[in-house]
């Protein structure tokens, strides 16, 4: 069965074993002695000298099987792909008389490492061993295929299987979502319930991530909450976490923090995730007074946490507090990760103190895109765009990285603020041309700003009307307020019915367009503009400040 679907892979991918890899292997195998970790592991010595484990094996009365199995999953745990390689290669009858367990042992292997090559000659050996009827098998398949990225051949290896259990079911839904078809993982669980298959915990998990990803689906996260509870799930820390995570991602934090309250063990990666909740929907506060109590209780904190309150304190622009974590950080010898390094970059900048940040980013060693992504944002925040250009040119020419589209907003963002229009034009066009990057919405809505501030407004209209995507309403906003700074009444009026059909009661487009028509002396034009206001309830607040 199997083996008819995937015929066309297995043609000109030969067996470890086969006659091209015997001549290339003694070129390769300096690199695979280089990297292998257990060296002076006796068994992998007794695999070297006889191509077998079996002699070390049978001195202790142990089924080699066994120890085999236990040295690809120890392997796959260090993420060792050359190491698995060598071991199933050495071990002597392995891909003419395969066992299940060690199958799927390396099937796990190769998902974990998502080793591609390997996993197809597995599965080639899977149906020459006669197994492509094994339901844990297939269920390995499937999700090895679902984090290869190859979602199309787990959902054909999944619809060719004659049983399905609670496994299968899990596997093919969570590769779903973790390829970003998020419907089609709901619809699956619906067909899972429709098959009288009780779903786990991980099945929930996977589901409930769906809905927190697709917009407009707080329905179907409540319905799935309720069958939670129902099945008595609701103490599993993992379901937790993700209905806490779901509802922050809808906006619905109270309901969050109404999970997290009712929790009774609440450990580490529960506390996380409502520090998550608070800090995306700009809690800050509660998140930094629940980051004090899990300090009074002694939780112990991951990277993540650090991560997530660094971002709380930028926001808060709260340095002095910020501070103190930057202490805590260095404290525990997190400074050393690069998540970490890169809050503390954001927080910085974000709290007007770059010369902090830019100590943060030179201390750390190991620099990778993101960290230089930071620092370049955080000269754009600061008004130091030019910093961060002569940054970004280090960054692709000297340290020779490759960047990204995030690192692209963030150069674009600098152009922006420090007025560079011919820069922001040549970087937008280096991103297509050198670096083959298809800009996105964000790269396109830097440049339409670019040229608005500048001044060319016609130019940035052609710009929006030209782009493959929609305008949204943060683009058009921003139009807006640069047609105000240069008096165009005309374009103004065509933007701003955009934005009244997009965003109907937000009062921020109703108020620019009165103020623009009142500069430009129109005032029947305000009254109608008030008129349209008060028919629609709209009320402009009145404006406030700390000081």
Known sequence: ??????????????????????????????????????????????????????????????????????????????????????????????????????????????????????????????????????????????????????????RRVFDEMRQHDQVSWTSIISGCVQNGHHSEAILLFKEMLASCTKP?????????????LLAASIAQGRLFHAHVVKLGYKTNSFVICSLIDCYSKCGLVDQAASIFSETANRDIVVCNSMISGYSLNFYCEEALQLFVRMRSENLRLTDHTLSIILNACGSL?????????????????????????????????????????????????HKNCILWTSMISGYAQCGRGSEGLKLFDHFVTEEGFEPDHICFTAILSACNHAGFLDRGILYFNKMKNDHGLVPKLDQYACLVDLYARKGHLRKAKELMEEMPF??????????????????????????????????????????????????????????????????????????WTWV
């Not at 786990?200 to 809905?211: D, E, G, M």
Request: proline content about 2%; overall charge neutral; glycine content about 6%.
């Open 200 to 212: 786990n915990c991980f099945t929930y998990v996977s589901v409930i991530v769906a809905c927190s």
């Open 1 to 154: 069965m199997l083996g008819v679907a995937f015929g066309s892979r297995f043609q000109g991918i030969g067996i470890l074993g086969d006659t091209r890899h015997r001549r290339i292997f003694p070129v390769v195998a300096c690199q695979l002695f280089d990297e292998i970790s257990l060296r002076n592991d006796p068994e992998l010595i007794a695999t070297a000298s006889t191509g077998s484990i079996v002699a070390q094996d049978s001195l202790s009365g142990r089924d080699p099987s066994v120890r085999l199995s236990e040295l690809v999953d120890r392997a796959a745990k260090e993420f060792n792909a050359h190491e698995t390689f060598v071991i199933l290669r050495g071990r002597k009858g392995f891909w003419t008389k395969p066992m299940k367990y060690v199958l799927c042992n390396a099937l796990n292997a190769c998902a974990k490492l998502l080793h591609w090559q390997l996993g197809l000659q597995i599965h080639a050996r899977i149906v020459q061993g006669g197994y492509e009827d094994n339901v844990i098998l297939n269920s390995a398949l499937v999700d090895f295929y679902a984090k290869c990225n190859a979602l199309d051949d787990a």
């Open 470 to 543: 929609t305008p949204n309403d943060v683009m058009l906003s921003s139009f807006l307020s640069s047609c105000r700074i240069y008096g165009a009444v005309e374009l103004a009026r065509e933007t701003a019915e955009d934005l009244f059909k997009m965003q109907p009661h937000n009062v921020a487009a109703y108020v620019t367009m009165a103020r623009i028509y009142a500069e430009a002396g129109s005032w029947d034009e305000v009254a109608e503009i008030r008129k349209l206001m008060r028919r629609q309830s709209i009320i402009k607040r009145a404006g």
């Open 317 to 365: 622009t709260v340095i002095q507090q910020g501070r103190q974590v930057h202490c805590l950080v260095v404290k525990l010898g997190s400074l050393c990760n690069v998540f970490v390094a890169s809050a503390l970059i954001d927080m910085y900048s974000k709290c007007g103190s770059i010369d902090e940040a830019r100590s943060i980013f030179d201390q750390t060693i």
